[in-house]
T-cell receptor, first 113, second 114 residues
Framework: KAGVTQTPRYLIKTRGQQVTLSCSPI?????VSWYQQTPGQGLQFLFE???????NKGNFPGRFSGRQFSNSRSEMNVSTLELGDSALYLC????????????FGSGTRLTVV | GDSVTQMEGPVTLSEEAFLTINCTYT??????LFWYVQYPGEGLQLLLK?????DKGSNKGFEATYRKETTSFHLEKGSVQVSDSAVYFC?????????????FGSGTQLTVLP
């Protein structure tokens, strides 16, 4: 079966701009979780969506937001980009949000210049 | 709060050497523990897990034992291969509360030389 698809793979944006990243989960998976990976802070949980509702949120500023559509595809948005937002953004899908069932995508590499 | 501490990398070994990557955690209760592996340009793959004290997770020759008394979950492999070169992450899931998220260690880069 198809894996978790994240688009685009690479992105370069300028400070102050906004960006939208997309994650298509495995067919049948209803939960999508997002993580940010940086050299300094490592892997940090952003938020989790299940059936179009945000169920869980990490400790990130309000510039980071997300949503989930009825087909379980999820997008995350970062507004007013800062240099420190440069990171690999990973999404993980699962049937019900349980981490045991996580399948990760290959990530979107965002560079803010 | 919960945290995971991994040994600093990078780690460089020769093929067929013994591997240990140390991982200790701080958490209340009885978290579940995981090792993930990340190959270049790819996302994370679950390597093994353990859900209670004294459980041993194993996969592809890798093993880790959940030690409650030392709050540790060290990763070991008896004979590494070049193909094991990757970044390894230790992680925990809380027993309750925010159970639907992982807390990760900083990762350990492993390079295996032929």
């Amino acid at each position: 079966k198809a894996g978790v698809t994240q688009t685009p793979r690479y992105l370069i944006k300028t400070r102050g701009q906004q960006v939208t990243l997309s994650c298509s989960p495995i067919s049948g998976h209803r939960s999508v979780s997002w993580y940010q990976q940086t050299p300094g802070q490592g892997l940090q949980f952003l938020f989790e969506y299940f059936s179009e509702t945000q169920r869980n949120k990490g400790n990130f500023p309000g510039r980071f937001s997300g949503r989930q559509f009825s087909n379980s595809r999820s997008e995350m948005n970062v507004s007013t980009l800062e240099l420190g937002d440069s990171a690999l953004y990973l999404c993980a899908s699962s049937l019900d949000g349980q981490v045991y069932g996580y399948t990760f995508g290959s990530g979107t590499r965002l560079t803010v210049v | 709060g919960d945290s995971v501490t991994q040994m600093e990398g990078p780690v460089t070994l020769s093929e067929e050497a013994f591997l240990t990557i140390n991982c200790t955690y701080t958490a209340t209760g009885y978290p579940s523990l995981f090792w993930y592996v990340q190959y270049p340009g790819e996302g994370l793959q679950l390597l093994l897990k353990a859900t209670k004290a004294d459980d041993k997770g194993s996969n592809k020759g890798f093993e880790a034992t959940y030690r409650k008394e030392t709050t540790s979950f060290h990763l070991e492999k008896g004979s590494v291969q070049v193909s094991d070169s990757a970044v390894y992450f230790c992680a925990l899931r809380k027993e309750s509360g925010s159970a639907r998220q992982l807390t990760f260690g900083s990762g350990t880069q492993l390079t295996v030389l032929p």
